[in-house]
């Protein structure tokens, strides 16, 4: 029991240092946004796996959900106005 | 090339930091003393089903308060620094932006007000499930984000947010003070009778505590997408 939560902590934090340094060293930024949002979620489903709900949804909600889409509406917003 | 070494010193560094406090970690048996009084306690004290939700409102309330200044502050400088181009350009700024797609605008319809309620549901609920005022708020907020990304000209009342923002402010603090007169301090859950315990009416003041600071919450995020919906070409 307590090697399988090894195993799953194990895989999901080499999938996030891996989201991490997709997020860093991707060239097109819409990638990178969304692989900085996957390191969020992925943090989230392990805090879940840690018996911490309440700090899970806080990640889900802010870390994976507006900052995200925030760093798309900014985007959208900057090349919007490279076009003028 | 110095740069790059100092770098990878201070990674370095970090690293042996996380080291030492990883070797010198062994996993606890049993709660210590304060999560054991707060684990015994809750469940006859404050009557919150959900122990998190009993220490973030109650035990260290005056903590919540001041995250949700710290938030308000923010909101209050993003308003300060984006609002100000706002006022001359006013709407003579209606560019024509390229259509956002039928798919989003469709779903947008459907998805919006259940995101709402969604919101709605985890801060009403903060003291029996997970979740609470400031997931709750950040939910509603997204549902504005959403609408924002459909309808980027879309405008947005600044006055309601403000007043909602302002109003739950002030009764969460008014419901703090009231907390030192019938019960036995400030932002003490008790001045409700604490009904049945797992209950939606239960555990006291705590219900309209996390419900007035998903209010709040939520119309701080708000203000900020919309000041910065609202400060294109500036």
Redesign the interface.
Known sequence: MIDLMLLVTIFFAIAMIGAALVAIRVKQISIAMLAAGLVSLLASVMFLFFAA??V???EA??GS??TT??F???LG?VR??QR? | MIKRFIVLLFLLGLGLVFAGLLSGYSADNELNLTGRYYAEHTAQDIGAA?I??AIIVTYRGLDTLGEVTVLFLTATIVAVLLGRGVAQKGKSLQ?D??KSGELLTTGSFLLVPLILLLGAY?FINGHLT???G??GG??V??AI??M??TDPLRHFSHRLISIIESISGLFFLGIGVLGIFLAGGFLDNRIFPIGEFGSLFSAGAIPVIYSLIGLKVGAE?SSM?VN??ET??S
């Open positions: 709900p309440d899970a949804m806080t909600a802010i959900g507006l889409f925030l798309f509406f900014v917003r919007g106005d003028d | 959900n998190v939700t560019r932006l390229p985890v997970p979740g609470g400031f997931q950040a939910i907020a997204s984000l959403l924002l990304l995020f997408l910065f919906s294109e070409g």
